[in-house]
């Protein structure tokens, strides 16, 4: 008897773990639907709905620009959105997700971004053409604070896809 009574605790204490778990990974995949609506809302305050960013958040952009807080974050993304980022859109996929702990998780992400029409840089170069694309892989890292999931750091990383058609290691990606 005391052999099923702790087998049904043990099945009821890991199906509420479980709850909890998914309930949290669907908050966080809230997080980064939020940060395609944003980008492709061409919204770059980064407030109201679309409130991601930890105030203390860091972000590294593709060429390697360090922000170290959501202020920098949010004046460097509308500078660049105005001149650049107004031009594209953007889908991402989680391809994995990790709970570091329960108020801390990692995901990484492949996003898409697509080039809706033809933009010069200020300097006169040619920034991109109406339809390209590209994609970098995006390491996310969330925490949670007074019961919200919040970007506290990021690194976007442009994938190279030469370099990458010779990966060693290819994995599938899983919805």
């Known amino acids: 008897m005391k052999t099923i009574r702790l087998t049904l605790a043990l099945l009821l204490i890991f199906s509420l773990s479980y709850a909890q778990s998914a309930a949290e990974e669907k908050a966080i995949r809230t997080v980064i639907q939020k940060m395609d609506d944003a980008w492709n809302a061409h919204d770059y305050t980064y407030s109201g709905k679309y409130d991601i960013y930890d105030q203390q958040a860091m972000m590294i952009n593709p060429v390697g620009m360090y922000w170290k807080n959501k202020t920098e974050i949010v004046k460097a993304h509308q500078l660049f959105g105005e001149k650049m980022f107004k031009h594209s859109s953007a889908k991402s996929q989680i391809i994995d997700l990790r709970f570091l702990a329960p108020t801390v998780a990692v995901a990484i ?43 506290a750091s990021l690194q976007v990383t442009t994938v190279d896809q030469n370099a990458a058609a010779h990966d060693p290691v290819v994995r599938k990606v899983s919805k």
């Open 109 to 151: 992400i492949k996003m898409q971004y697509l080039v809706k029409q033809d933009h010069t840089l200020p300097s006169g170069q040619k920034a991109g053409s109406k339809g390209d694309t590209s994609q970098s892989m995006v390491n996310v890292v969330l925490t949670k604070t007074n019961e919200v999931w919040k970007i």
